[in-house]
Nanobody
Framework: QVQLVESGGGWVQAGGSLRLSCAAS????????MGWFRQAPGKQRDFVAA????????RYADSVKGRFTISRDNAKNTVYLQMNSLKPEDTAVYFC?????????????????WGQGTQVTVSS
C-alpha cells in the first residue's frame, strides 16, 4: 500500500505564499504521476495540479495557473505545491494523490492513493 503524508498547510494572509509537501512511501515513487486536489466546505473535490513521472509534463486548473507550481523530487519521494498570490477562495483541504499511470492526470478517478489532506486557510 502506498502511503502519502502531506505537510506545510496552515493559514496565510491573502497575497502570501505557502508550500505544501507530500512524502510517499511503499512503491517506486518515480514510476507514477502525482496530483494535488482540494475540497472547500460544501463543495466537490476539484483538480488543482498534476505532474508526470519524469516532470516532463504538468497540468493546472485554470483557477491556479500562473500562481501555483507543482514539482517533484524523485530522489526524496516527494511532490511539492508552491502556492503564491493566495486568495481567500483558495481556502480548502488539499489532498495529495498518486496515480496508477505515469501521466499527469486531471481527473480524480485516475488516482489510486490519497493522503489524509491538509488544511489551507487564506484570510482577507
Amino acid at each position: 500500500q502506498v502511503q502519502l503524508v502531506e505537510s506545510g498547510g496552515g493559514w496565510v494572509q491573502a497575497g502570501g505564499s505557502l508550500r505544501l509537501s507530500c512524502a510517499a512511501s511503499g512503491r517506486s515513487f518515480s514510476s507514477y504521476g502525482m496530483g494535488w486536489f482540494r475540497q472547500a466546505p460544501g463543495k466537490q473535490r476539484d483538480f488543482v495540479a498534476a505532474i508526470d513521472w519524469s516532470a516532463g509534463s504538468t497540468r493546472y486548473a485554470d483557477s491556479v495557473k500562473g500562481r501555483f507550481t507543482i514539482s517533484r523530487d524523485n530522489a526524496k519521494n516527494t511532490v511539492y505545491l508552491q502556492m503564491n498570490s493566495l486568495k481567500p477562495e483558495d481556502t480548502a483541504v488539499y489532498f495529495c494523490a498518486a496515480s496508477g499511470t505515469r501521466a499527469a492526470l486531471t481527473f480524480d478517478t485516475g488516482y489510486e492513493y490519497w493522503g489524509q489532506g491538509t488544511q489551507v486557510t487564506v484570510s482577507s
